[in-house]
């Protein structure tokens, strides 16, 4: 369902008339997919809002429930929806706990100050995440342990983490591999600063988007970004990597693409490097 192209709504039901109810959801979820993720999320969770506040409004004192229990009730039905529409399993935890977090904080006392600060460092680290669909997580130590390991030994190989977060791998790798020429392009200004300070001379950082990395300058590209980019990114390698060089994706599969190596980590989330020779 995930790679199918929606067609209209009345043309899915006109071919399995049975299934209308399943085929309307996958339809709707495939044109959802399309969109910024902010947008849907919009569309989900304001009309559940817009029902639970009219119920409670329709039975009057007698509802009584709190803010808590509101955004809790909210929560479990924006996950039921979200599994109703067959949408990637990731999304569900992000609408249950969305309100039932927003109400915490709210009812939490934070001096404004704090809050503010909290949201400058939230939007200059992961606001592009709305766009590009990529948030900031960080990969473990394993991952850069296994990442090491697993490059071939050539001295002078180029390598690039595209989208290199607070730097965490190419710290690791400048540690565990010197012989390593290592490059790191980043969005969020202030990941970039981040990484920048932190590597110093042992890494270039370029503050920029990924799309825009011109990939045959590199032996191994690194990229430990989400399921949205991976088709796209695949094309770019194919396009711009010399042939023999190496993708590597922490975690994230290439759609249709089965990768030549896969490396099990020993870690929290038991995630796994892929490894692409590029044909
Ligand atoms: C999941 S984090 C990985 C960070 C780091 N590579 C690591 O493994 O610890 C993905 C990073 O990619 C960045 N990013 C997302 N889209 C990007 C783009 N189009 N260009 C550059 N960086 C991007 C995000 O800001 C985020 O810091």
């Given at each position: 369902m995930a790679n199918a192209e929606p067609r209209s709504a009345a043309q899915v039901e006109a071919s399995h008339p049975a299934a209308s109810g399943m085929a309307r959801a996958a339809w709707l979820a495939g044109n959802l997919r399309?969109?910024?993720?902010a947008i849907p999320a919009l569309g989900l969770h304001l009309p559940i809002w817009a029902f639970i506040l009219a119920v409670c409004h329709g039975v009057g004192?007698?509802?009584?429930?709190s803010l808590t229990a509101l955004t809790w009730i909210e929560g479990l039905t924006a996950w039921a929806v979200t599994r109703g529409l067959g949408?990637?399993?990731?999304w569900q935890p992000i609408n249950l706990f969305f309100f039932p977090l927003l109400g915490l904080a709210l009812s939490s006392e934070i001096e404004p100050l704090w809050a503010m600060v909290a949201f400058i460092a939230l939007a200059l680290t992961s606001l592009g995440s709305l766009r590009t669909r990529v948030p900031l997580f960080l990969s473990s130590r394993p991952a850069v342990a296994a990442l090491a390991r697993c490059i071939p030994e050539r001295p002078g190989l180029r390598l690039i983490d595209?989208?290199?977060?607070?730097g965490g791998p190419l710290a690791g790798l400048a540690r565990l591999r010197p012989d390593l020429v290592l490059h790191g392009v980043e969005a969020a200004p202030l990941n970039w600063l981040v990484s920048r300070l932190r590597l110093d001379r042992r890494a270039r950082i370029a503050l920029g988007?990924?799309?825009?990395?011109?990939?045959?300058?590199?032996?191994v590209v690194y990229a430990y970004l989400s399921p949205a980019p991976m088709a796209r990114l695949w094309d770019k390698a194919c396009r711009e990597m010399r042939p023999g060089s190496l993708l590597i994706s922490n975690s994230f599969e290439v759609p249709g693409v089965a990768p030549d190596r896969v490396i099990a980590l020993d870690d929290l989330s038991r995630s796994r490097l892929l490894l692409w020779r590029i044909p």
């Amino acid at each position: 369902m995930a790679n199918a192209e929606p067609r209209s709504a009345a043309q899915v039901e006109a071919s399995h008339p049975a299934a209308s109810g399943m085929a309307r959801a996958a339809w709707l979820a495939g044109n959802l997919r399309r969109l910024p993720p902010a947008i849907p999320a919009l569309g989900l969770h304001l009309p559940i809002w817009a029902f639970i506040l009219a119920v409670c409004h329709g039975v009057g004192s007698t509802c009584g429930l709190s803010l808590t229990a509101l955004t809790w009730i909210e929560g479990l039905t924006a996950w039921a929806v979200t599994r109703g529409l067959g949408l990637p399993r990731w999304w569900q935890p992000i609408n249950l706990f969305f309100f039932p977090l927003l109400g915490l904080a709210l009812s939490s006392e934070i001096e404004p100050l704090w809050a503010m600060v909290a949201f400058i460092a939230l939007a200059l680290t992961s606001l592009g995440s709305l766009r590009t669909r990529v948030p900031l997580f960080l990969s473990s130590r394993p991952a850069v342990a296994a990442l090491a390991r697993c490059i071939p030994e050539r001295p002078g190989l180029r390598l690039i983490d595209l989208g290199c977060g607070l730097g965490g791998p190419l710290a690791g790798l400048a540690r565990l591999r010197p012989d390593l020429v290592l490059h790191g392009v980043e969005a969020a200004p202030l990941n970039w600063l981040v990484s920048r300070l932190r590597l110093d001379r042992r890494a270039r950082i370029a503050l920029g988007s990924l799309w825009d990395q011109d990939l045959s300058r590199f032996d191994v590209v690194y990229a430990y970004l989400s399921p949205a980019p991976m088709a796209r990114l695949w094309d770019k390698a194919c396009r711009e990597m010399r042939p023999g060089s190496l993708l590597i994706s922490n975690s994230f599969e290439v759609p249709g693409v089965a990768p030549d190596r896969v490396i099990a980590l020993d870690d929290l989330s038991r995630s796994r490097l892929l490894l692409w020779r590029i044909p």
